[in-house]
Each structure stands twice: as C-alpha cells, then as structure tokens.
Nanobody, 117 residues
Framework: QVQLVESVGGLVQPGGSLTLSCAAS????????MGWYRQAPGKQRELVAD???????NYADSVKGRFAISRDSAKNTVYLQMNSLRPEDTAVYYC???????????WGQGTQVTVSS
C-alpha cells in the first residue's frame, strides 16, 4: 500500500505563487508516473502535470509556462510549483501515482487551493 501525503494548500491572491508537495511512502522510482490532478466545483477531475520515472514531464495546456513539476528522490517527494495563479486555478489538488509493479493507482487526500483577492 502506497501512501501519498500532500502539503496544505491555501488562499493565494491572483498572480501569486504556491508550492505543493507530495511525499510518497515508497521510493518514487517505483511509481510511474507521479503527478497532480485537480477538481474544481462542478467540474471533472483533470490532469495538471505529471512526471515519469525517467523524468519526462507533461502539463495541461492551461498551466504550461506557469506551473512546474519536480521531484526530490532522496525525499520521495514530488513538488508542484504554481506561479501566476489565476482564479480559475481554484480547485482541490490531488497527488496521484501509479505503481510500476501491479499498476495500481494511488491518490492523496486532496488539498484546497483558492485563488482570490
């Protein structure tokens, strides 16, 4: 069983920045990919960004150039740096990982990010 523990989100003003972290209970190299999804009220959960075991990254068009996903393998942690935040980025953000062995999907508990003045 893999546990994903996310950092607390928060309230940010438009144009501001926030970094989320997701700590895995196993080596992140046993997870492929790891990433972040988000779900806004009344909308479906959508992929924000992910990173493969090999280090390749993928971003939703809506966040390209503003968000950056990275990892620290020594800490088994993946980060989502969010810059130039917009009100439409308001959502619950979920850390996600798929196990290399078995292909099981794991989710964090979700953390609220609110962008508002």
């Amino acid at each position: 069983q893999v546990q994903l523990v996310e950092s607390v989100g928060g309230l940010v003003q438009p144009g501001g920045s926030l970094t989320l972290s997701c700590a895995a209970s196993v080596s992140i190299f046993s997870l492929n990919p790891m990433g972040w999804y988000r779900q806004a009220p009344g909308k479906q959960r959508e992929l924000v960004a992910d990173i493969t075991r090999g280090g390749s990254t993928n971003y939703a068009d809506s966040v390209k150039g503003r968000f950056a996903i990275s990892r620290d393998s020594a800490k088994n942690t993946v980060y989502l740096q969010m810059n130039s935040l917009r009100p439409e980025d308001t959502a619950v953000y979920y850390c996600y990982a798929r196990a290399v062995y078995g292909g099981y999907d794991y989710w964090g508990q979700g953390t609220q990010v609110t962008v508002s003045s």
